[in-house]
Nanobody, 123 residues
Framework: QVQLVESGGGLVQAGDSLRLSCAASGRTLSSYAMGWFRQAPGKEREFVAVISRGSVVTQYADSVKGRFTISRDNAKNTVYLQMNGLKLADTAVYYC????????????????WGQGTQVTVSS
């Protein structure tokens, strides 16, 4: 019922910035809390950030706190992840996801997922 498509990934150098976008079709994103997750090769998919339906509440993983900012524009049915001060450890496939259960960091509570976009940080 919700289709999500990420974009904006690419190859950057350590210290650079990148802005990811997640465009939705189907139901309006205002019905869902929206999260970003990432997965590096050989590692588990991990929580990055989440934003509430009305953008009032945000939550970040400790590893990205202070560097990444999640935002949403419900009128455009789009969610963003602004990534500043990128580090080698940020290299991963980044996924956006929609949760009908509210603000959560639990993968099991996200019902819809995008295909992912690759972010590669080099030195």
């Amino acid at each position: 019922q919700v289709q999500l498509v990420e974009s904006g990934g690419g190859l950057v150098q350590a210290g650079d910035s990148l802005r990811l976008s997640c465009a939705a079709s189907g139901r309006t994103l205002s019905s869902y809390a929206m999260g970003w997750f990432r997965q590096a090769p050989g590692k588990e998919r991990e929580f990055v950030a989440v934003i509430s339906r009305g953008s009032v509440v945000t939550q970040y993983a400790d590893s990205v706190k202070g560097r990444f900012t999640i935002s949403r524009d419900n009128a455009k049915n789009t969610v963003y992840l602004q990534m500043n001060g990128l580090k080698l450890a940020d290299t991963a496939v980044y996924y956006c996801a929609a949760s009908p259960f509210g603000t959560t960091a639990s993968r099991s509570e996200y019902d819809y997922w995008g295909q992912g976009t690759q972010v590669t940080v080099s030195s």
